[in-house]
């Protein structure tokens, strides 16, 4: 079995580039449906399925009665009995881009002559299509989707997920049938993930195809421990009770009886809101504990949407208007390795350019040999590649494609590519690491990172000044920066007095910066930001840690002797003991007034605090300070042991989690009130129990 190509090596004809676009697109049904593994991303599934379809539009001899455009992909596997589909469940057509979106409204408009209608707009949840039917209130079958017509019958493990209800409450008919999409959530796939890696088994590539392996293997007590969640979002006719007259009644009836409905579902009467509230869906999207790829838009009223019917397996009614794909699947050209300011060799994968979310990726992180190890990715292989955000783009892993020969396993070098220098590899580092601080690779990270905005923070000394100072023999160490001069700055290429004068007033007022961000910008191994604060709240000045043993430090609560060690050696280092009289010489202060210690600045000791969302006054990572100053904890996820979300804006499933756990819920304006009065998050109860045993309570 191959791919079937996707080139044209010769122009070849309408009938003849059709014939492999279905032979193409035959091949990934098989691979998407039947065996849960795609190889290439949904994005460039829809390009295929898109030219076929303008192919057959422009090409009546084109049009095949066998082709996929025809057809809802997939046909239902043999391990779990075959249920037929009294309504057949089926795909959407898709809008790409808001001229998709506006000739469908403009085509909806016409079909119903002209009169108003309103549309719902529903997040487009990448899991699994299920149909649920109740009897009498009681779940009786729960099935995949299948081709569309036939489907298996996964009611067994469809009873595992929590979110689907067993038994319906409230006002129900006798038989109800929903449709929805379930689906791993984030967090539990990438406990799975972590899991593996621990044992060192090969990671599952994405949440939907590893929920969708989940909800189509045998035993129902894996369903159960991976948390499987369902969002509900149809509600369809079983034939003997009138349904409500629109979608949206269908909606509030369904969570009316139980069901878990999304509540970012929303009515609109335009193209326009409908646009503005995809920004802002598209923007919120990595927030949420489970992946859409775009929104789902239906016209409201069930009457017009009868009248408009179907165009093939796709409602007229509905449209699925996507966001820009994250995930490609592209070639790996080569690995290259950049050395790293902590001497770290850090292995790049240069790829054939593919586009992923609007952007053109050839880079993407590989993190070092074990976990090119881990993915088994080799020069030469089909990856696949992931950006999700603003994040530099990483590589999943490999795509395997049968009978194709593959290159050997990847290695690291044995010197460091920039100075030669024999790389090390300690026990328990999983890291590569060229020894030689003098390295001129190290030193250039060393210098971006000491002059960077979250270390001592020189506005105006960017990445390509520092190559050129140093370049230019004019700063050798970090400490030279404070001997520049406004005479070398503007002797620079394209340095102009402006420039300089902002440089040096920068260079002048970071010597006043806090110990704990001097302690980050000397880029000592394992020392990043949050243990330069511990340290800064032990010690007052740099000459105290440098006198410190790793039995001083690890007394501190979160330094271990993995960081401890790195922080005695690097002060036992001749060259970083001159660094540091360097800077002490230029003038900067090595040193702070440290507050004693005093337990009653701690009044939330013991509070764990999850904050999410967008908050107006501070930032999310402020607001963990200013609570973690008052001695509480903060956590990422919310659990049966957190005290206290913090929901600002826009707050998503952590919102829903805190809900659902019972655990009390902040806005902004609380937080601020309490970290203004931070005894009054406690008030006795009414055993008169005190403040350390009170159980948190909203006020
Ligand atoms: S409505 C007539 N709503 O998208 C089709 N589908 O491409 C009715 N999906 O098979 C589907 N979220 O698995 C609908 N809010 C949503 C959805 C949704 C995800 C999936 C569903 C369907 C596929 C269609």
Redesign the pocket.
């Known amino acids: 079995m191959t791919i079937p190509s996707p080139e044209t090596p010769h122009n070849p004809s309408p009938v003849e580039r059709a014939r492999r676009l279905r032979d193409e697109l035959w091949f990934h049904n098989e691979r998407y449906y039947n065996d849960d593994a795609p190889v290439i991303s949904d994005g460039q599934y829809d390009a295929l399925m898109r030219e076929l379809r303008d192919l057959e539009a422009a090409y009546p001899e084109c049009r095949t009665a066998n082709s996929p455009t025809q057809m809802?992909g997939g046909s239902a596997s043999d391990r779990f009995p075959q249920v037929e589909h009294p309504i057949p469940?089926?795909?959407?057509a898709?809008a790409f881009s808001r001229e998709d979106l506006e000739a469908w409204h403009r085509r909806v408009t016409d079909l119903l002559d002209g009169q108003p209608f309103r549309m719902v707009a529903?997040?487009?949840?990448?899991?699994?299509?299920v149909r649920l039917v109740y009897r009498n209130g009681e779940f009786v079958l729960g099935a995949t989707?299948g081709n569309g017509q036939t489907g298996e019958d996964v009611t067994h493990n469809l009873r595992q997920v929590r979110s689907i209800p067993r038994t319906l409450t409230g006002d129900y008919p006798p038989v109800v049938e929903a449709?929805?999409?379930v689906y791993l959530p984030l967090d539990s796939f990438r406990r799975m993930n972590e899991e593996r890696e621990r044992n060192g088994e090969p990671l599952y590539a994405n949440p939907r195809n590893t929920g969708a392996g989940t909800i189509r293997q045998l035993d129902p007590e894996v369903v159960r421990d991976r948390n499987m969640e369902i969002?509900t979002?149809?509600l369809n006719d079983a034939g003997d009770t009138p349904l409500p007259g629109n979608h949206w009644d269908a909606l509030a009836s369904l969570e009316s009886w139980g069901f878990r409905v999304?509540d970012r579902?929303r009515v609109f009467d335009s193209v326009d809101e409908i646009c503005a509230y995809y920004d802002e869906m598209l923007a919120l999207r990595h927030d949420w504990n489970y992946e859409?790829?775009g929104?789902?838009v239906?016209v409201n009223g069930i009457t017009q949407q009868n009248a408009l019917g179907f165009a093939g397996r796709?409602?007229r009614w509905?449209i699925?208007y996507k966001f820009p794909a994250e995930r490609a699947n592209t070639r790996l050209l080569d690995i290259v390795i950049n050395v790293g300011r902590t001497g770290s060799l850090n292995p790049q994968a240069i790829l054939d350019p593919v586009v992923v979310s609007g952007a053109t990726v050839q880079h993407a992180s590989l993190h070092n040999e074990e976990d090119i190890h881990r993915k088994d990715v080799r020069i030469g292989d089909l990856v696949e590649i992931e950006r999700a955000g603003d994040v530099i783009p990483h590589v999943i892993g490999h795509v395997p494609v049968p009978g194709e020969e593959r290159g050997p396993e990847f290695r690291m070098p044995e010197r460091c590519p920039e100075c030669e220098t024999a790389v090390v590899k300690e026990l328990g580092d999983a890291m590569h690491r060229c020894p030689n601080s003098a390295c001129p690779a190290q030193f250039f990270e060393s210098l971006k990172h000491f002059v960077s905005r979250g270390a001592m923070d020189m506005d105006g000394l960017g990445e390509r000044w520092c190559r050129i100072l140093i370049d230019r023999g004019l700063v050798s160490d970090v400490s030279h920066v404070y001997s520049l001069t406004a005479e070398q700055l503007v002797e620079l290429d394209r340095m102009g007095d402006k420039l300089a004068t902002r440089i040096l007033t920068n260079i002048e007022s970071s010597k006043q910066r806090p110990l704990a961000r001097i302690l980050f910008a000397l880029g000592i191994l394992h020392v990043g930001a949050e243990v330069a604060e511990l340290l800064a709240g032990r010690y007052a000045s740099i000459d105290d840690i440098a006198a410190a043993s790793v039995d001083d430090l690890t007394e501190i609560d979160g330094i271990g002797p993995r960081i401890a060690e790195s922080i005695v050696s690097y002060f036992a280092a001749q060259r970083n003991r001159q660094t540091i009289a360097g800077l002490r010489d230029a003038g900067v202060q090595l040193w702070q007034e440290l507050a004693p210690v005093d337990e009653t600045a701690q009044p939330w000791k013991g509070q764990t605090f999850v904050i999410t969302g967008t908050l107006s006054s501070m930032t999310r990572r402020e607001a963990e300070g200013k609570v973690k100053a008052l001695g509480a904890t903060t956590t990422s996820s919310v659990s049966r042991k957190t005290n206290w979300l913090v929901a600002g804006a826009s707050a998503g499933s952590k919102l829903a989690t805190a809900e659902r756990l019972g655990v009390p819920v902040l806005d902004e304006e609380h937080l601020l009130a309490l970290l203004s009065s931070p005894d009054s998050i406690f008030i006795e109860d009414a055993a008169g129990r005190g403040p350390e045993t009170a159980s948190p309570t909203l006020i």
């Open positions: 809802v469940m089926l795909s959407l898709n529903e997040l487009k949840i990448d899991g699994l299509a989707r449709r929805g999409e969002w979002y149809s999304n579902n859409a790829d929104l789902v239906k796709e409602p509905a699925a």
